[in-house]
């Protein structure tokens, strides 16, 4: 079996794989929705993939944004007024 998808041509190999149940009803919807199978959209989700790994993020990496909104600041962000204050900052370390 193989799938088209533009100038690319995806051929098939068996696998199993186990899925929790929302998953495979979030595929099985997208499948739907495209009018393909579920096959084709889980192929198409991988060609995305880096091709070797090289390019994929490490563990420390993917996570590092972990508790970036946890500042305890309730203020509205305000750009200037930060950039005004790092600026002080820098000034005041003669930086």
Do not use: C, N, W
Not at 37 to 42: F, G, S
Not at 57 to 84: C, M, V
């Amino acid at each position: 079996m193989a799938y088209e998808k533009g100038p690319r041509r995806l051929a098939a190999m068996p696998m199993t794989v186990d899925l929790p149940p929302d998953v495979v009803r979030r595929l099985e919807a997208e499948a739907a929705r495209r009018g393909v199978v579920v096959d084709q959209v889980i192929a198409e989700l991988a060609a995305g993939l880096p091709e070797d790994g090289a390019d994929a993020p490490t563990r420390s990496q993917r996570l590092s944004f972990i508790g970036i909104g946890a500042s305890g600041d309730t203020r509205p962000f305000d750009s200037r007024r930060e950039r005004d204050e790092l600026a002080s900052r820098k000034l005041a370390d003669g930086i």
